[in-house]
């Protein structure tokens, strides 16, 4: 994805460094492994497509960088937290993220548990120390993220997810799994996008439309790279569904129509971009490229 996203390499560049700054590592804390462990896994290399999606979006309103930075890295915070505890034994137990072995075949259950609590607490704290953001910009923000992540949203999805384990279900079950696992999170980055760039209403509406839209279509191919990908390339073990014989877009719609639905729903959030009140081209790059990705 680096050098797909060579357009957007400065933007990378300034999200690794703030990442690196927000935790740093205290070798000699006595809590130093909760921010060894966080760091691993936060700063192993991942797409950064969230911290992405709220800088462009933010960036169409005329918003420079140095804003958006710190929301941005606050949803990478969420998104690698999420990462670990869906790696653990009690969840997916998966043995390779990013890469890399997981987190928790490294540190241990335990603290690969309390990294993830780590990850998402500091969140928090990171938007409401956000610097450059108004007060209330920063509650909106809070409450999105809330919102997005817990029970109405990405918890929400994971908890319907394990609930379903084994079972077969059918498309509306996984629509819901789909929309609030991955959806909730990509739409928050657009909408935090929205909140620091002070958009209209009615952008707020249709930026929200295209991240449930984005995100449906992100999980879509997900699934079918976890089927066509390279384990190489994407970081993890493919045929990872098929081998727990869970379902997805691509069981449940096949491989052709799995992929032709992600099309047709990136085409729709690019007709949605095209109605906002800004001209968003870099917003409609990065859309296609979350789409048209080999991992
Ligand atoms: C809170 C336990 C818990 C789970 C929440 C988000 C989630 C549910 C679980 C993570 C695992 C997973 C497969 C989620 C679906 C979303 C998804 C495709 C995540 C991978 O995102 P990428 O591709 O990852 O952006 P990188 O590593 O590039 O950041």
Redesign the pocket.
Known sequence: MKCEQAQFQQQLLSIEETLNKLIKAKPEALQAILFAAARYSLLAP????RPLLAIITAGSYGVSLEPTLHPACALELI?T???I??DLPC??NDEL??GRPTLHKIYGDGPALLAGDFLLTFAFQVLAECPELSSDQKIQLISVLAKRSGAEG??G??VVDLAHEGQQIEWPTLHFMHTH??AA?ITAALEFGAIIGNAPATDKTLLSRIGQELGLA??II?DWLDVTGNPAAL?KNTLSDLKKQKPTAITLLGLNEGKEYADHLLDSALKKISQLSIPADELKVLAQKLVYRSY
């Open positions: 991942g797409k950064r497509l998104h937290y999420s990462l505890h869906d969840m997916d993220r990013r990405m918890i999805g994971q696992k991955t999170l992100f999980q997900d970081g």
